[in-house]
């Protein structure tokens, strides 16, 4: 069931972020593909990550989280952040990194970057599921092309098809 489970997992298209934090627990990035909206009101998203990541235990004590959602060009920085070898500093060393008000690294040049507390977790089989709190959005001007994950690699996302 896991193996089936995975490969139909591999036919839906996902969003792919760096999630970040920074506080007293220290710097940490990964590459997320499992977030989604919950809610504009209060704008809220929600966030799986795997409790046998090393920087698992970072983010809950921070407390706190930066999102910066990826596009064309990203996915060299994809690759650093999803590389368990590469320590913090040396994934930091991709990419040029603003602080966020709430004290999150958020990306130069991402596509939107949102700036949130966790507010709430939950457990279920190997991942965390965070609910976090938006407070700060930065939006770039002109979407670009997305990047995507899909069928286990990344694409960038076409010019639009029919618009709904
Ligand atoms: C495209 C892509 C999407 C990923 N999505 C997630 C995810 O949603 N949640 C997660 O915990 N790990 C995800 N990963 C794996 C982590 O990025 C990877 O395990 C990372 O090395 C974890 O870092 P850490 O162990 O230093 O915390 C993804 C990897 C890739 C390449």
């Known amino acids: 069931m896991q193996a089936v489970f995975r490969n139909a997992m591999s036919r839906l298209g996902s969003p792919v972020v760096l999630v970040t934090t920074d506080g007293p627990a220290g710097r940490h990035g990964l590459t997320v593909s499992a977030i989604t909206s919950v809610t504009d009101t209060p704008p ?30 990203h996915d060299t920085l994809a690759c650093a952040f ?5 320590s913090s500093t040396d994934r ?24 949130c507390t966790i507010d709430d977790t939950h457990s279920i089989g190997t991942h965390d599921v965070l609910i976090c709190r938006v407070h700060t959005i930065t939006v770039k001007d002109g979407a670009g092309h997305g990047l995507t994950w899909f069928d286990r690699s990344f694409h960038y996302l076409p010019p639009k098809c029919t618009p709904c």
């Open 92 to 115: 930091f060393g991709h990419g040029t990194w603003q602080t966020g008000p709430l004290g999150s690294p958020l990306l130069d040049g991402a596509l939107a970057t949102l700036d």
């Open 82 to 86: 999803a590389n368990s070898t590469l």
């Open 44 to 73: 809220t998203v929600l966030v799986c990550l795997n409790r046998s990541n090393q920087s698992h235990r970072a983010f809950l004590e921070n407390g706190r989280l930066g999102i910066s959602i990826l596009g064309k060009g």
